[in-house]
């Protein structure tokens, strides 16, 4: 309580209008407004960023900072905990976490920017009849139709979960083809990542050249640091790897960007709208190397995503109207500093236990991979020279011969762990509380522990957004509203690479473009604000298509 007393009076004394978490109990947060002197609708920010270790545990934040021997630049802004559970479990997947922050709406695994079947953890409130799987607007789409420019960066695919939640909608997270196909036709500025070959015509189910598409709609297409930096394009689109991106340790420069690099250029390019910006910035595969154990490769993006977090804040400050949010989705692998061998010792353990041997390697287990021969016969040369490892058991030995291709860092990363005494208690996500990072100008910003929902409400109130009302103008059930103006609906499926509706009434013929959006009235081809959405059930439209039937 006098904690809470505290974080009021100091707000009252900025003499600004902030609202704190100071309960919690299903979707939302109840919000306490510590000063009415100045409205909310008077807030001057007009830009958000916000970036997502995805899978970053807290004590993988300790460990980095102890690596690099100072403080982070996330230390600076840490505000609260996270709550992150999702619809009906208490250890989230990336795809529910994700929608939540971008939706305001808590799912199931699996599913990206929907609803959930059913809702079952105590303190949520029960949903509608009706509204499973239902598209929900993300804080992205609700952005790009109130005019500001839109950016999504991850060093995962694109159409990953996290990237998917804030561009894309279906119930299945790993449906790349629709995923990726919305995010090309959903009016994004800026986009930069990997997974190419999702956007090509050999990666794809549906065939389609996504690339041709992206070009053809007006974005520059780059593919290295070079291009990236001379672009001078609004809209620029980004991919430097045919799947997920290298591990800042591992990392060609002269081939790939920097999470910070592609922030920055993301800034620069998006920051030219008068009307505003929203930033969506993951850095992904903190939870890759958390799910292999690897605890190089989660230093090496702990490290480079808060570069990106500097490169975000120092914007921030110099700007005045942007605030800027980091927070993981999820924690992931249980990481210790200590473990069983330290259970009697702990206490007496110098730092140079943890952290020596792990300043010997050279590259993250997935880096260490491509140092082996093809017959895997300089195991022993490899790990001295790249981990200073010099005492490999035979077991370890064999481990690492018979690793299949792809995943190595599984193996090494437990050896590496066990000789600087760090521990791991799963190789999955766990259900603990996250910690919050935010920086606002006017200290407009989250305290205490709230909802992962509650982090697409802050922002959508500071923006003045309203998720629910986007919603309403994108997603229409389709066949609902057709037949209730008297129009003749179809849904054809058949055809993978352009699945379409087809409506008529009386001489009205309007053909909608599934996972795009396009709409052709009597031939004439018209852009919607927003992309058809099909479920796999139902299809959803916005309400502009809707309105082109009389």
Request: glycine letters at 8%; hydrophobic letters at 40%; proline letters at 4%.
């Amino acid at each position: 309580m006098l904690n809470r007393f505290y974080a009021r009076t100091a707000k009252i004394m900025l003499g600004v209008t902030t609202l704190i978490a100071v309960s919690t109990s299903g979707n939302s947060s109840v919000w306490a407004e510590t000063n009415t002197t100045t409205p909310l609708a008077s807030s001057p920010i007009k830009n958000v960023i916000i970036l997502i270790p995805d899978g970053m545990a807290h004590e993988a934040t300790t460990l980095a900072r102890w690596y690099k021997g100072s403080s982070l630049t996330l230390d600076s802004m840490a505000s609260g905990l996270v709550r992150t559970y999702s619809a009906d479990a208490a250890i989230a997947d990336s795809a529910p976490a994700g929608t939540a922050f971008a939706t305001g709406y808590k799912s199931h695994t699996g599913y990206v920017g929907v609803l959930p079947d059913q809702v079952t953890m105590p303190g949520l409130q029960k949903q509608a009849a009706g509204d499973a799987k239902k598209p929900v607007a993300s804080i992205l789409e609700a952005s790009k139709l109130a005019g500001k420019a839109t950016g999504i960066i991850a060093t995962s695919e694109i159409m990953h979960a996290t990237p998917a939640d804030f561009s894309a909608h279906y119930p299945d997270r790993k449906n790349y083809d629709a995923l990726s196909k919305q995010q090309v036709y959903n009016g994004i500025d800026v986009v930069l990542g990997g997974g190419s070959k999702y956007l090509e015509p050999a990666g794809r189910k549906d065939g389609e050249n996504l690339v041709h598409a992206i070009k053809s709609l007006g974005y520059e297409y780059v593919t290295t640091p070079e291009a990236l930096k001379s672009s001078n394009s609004n809209k620029l689109w980004g991919m430097f790897s045919p799947a997920g991106m290298a591990y800042e340790m591992d990392r060609d420069a002269t081939k790939e960007p920097s999470l910070a690099d592609m922030t920055a250029k993301a800034i620069e390019v998006l920051s030219k709208d008068k009307d505003g910006f929203f930033l969506m910035v993951e850095g992904s595969k903190v939870d890759w190397a958390s799910h292999a154990n690897d605890p190089i490769g989660v230093i090496s993006d702990v490290l480079s995503f808060d570069d990106a977090v500097k490169v975000a804040l120092d914007y921030a400050k110099s700007n005045s109207e942007t605030a800027v949010i980091a927070v993981t989705d999820h924690a992931n692998g249980g990481l210790t500093i200590g473990n069983t061998k330290t259970t009697s010792t702990y206490d007496e353990e110098p730092l140079s236990t943890f952290i020596d041997p792990l300043k010997k390697a050279k590259r993250t287990g997935e880096g260490v991979e491509k140092q082996l021969t093809a017959d895997r016969s300089n195991v022993q040369a490899v790990m001295k020279d790249f981990y200073g490892i010099t005492d490999l058991t035979v077991e370890e030995i064999t481990a690492i011969k018979k690793a299949k291709a792809g995943s190595l860092n599984y193996v090494i990363g437990l050896m590496i762990s066990k000789r600087a005494g760090i521990g791991w208690t799963t190789g999955g996500h766990t259900g603990g509380d996250v910690v919050l990072y935010t920086y606002a100008p006017n200290n407009d910003r989250p305290f205490g522990v709230i909802e992962n929902t509650d982090v697409a409400k802050y922002m959508a109130r500071v923006l003045d957004l309203n998720l629910d009302t986007t919603s309403k103008k994108l997603f229409v059930p389709a066949k609902q509203a057709f037949t209730a103006k008297g129009a003749t609906y179809k849904l054809h499926l058949d055809d993978a690479k352009n699945p379409k509706i087809i409506v008529t009434k009386g001489n009205s013929k309007l053909e909608l473009h599934i996972y795009k959006n396009v709409a052709i009235l009597n031939g004439k081809t018209i852009s919607l604000q927003g992309v058809i959405v099909y479920n796999g059930v139902e299809a959803f439209v916005p309400q502009e298509a809707i309105d082109l039937i009389d």
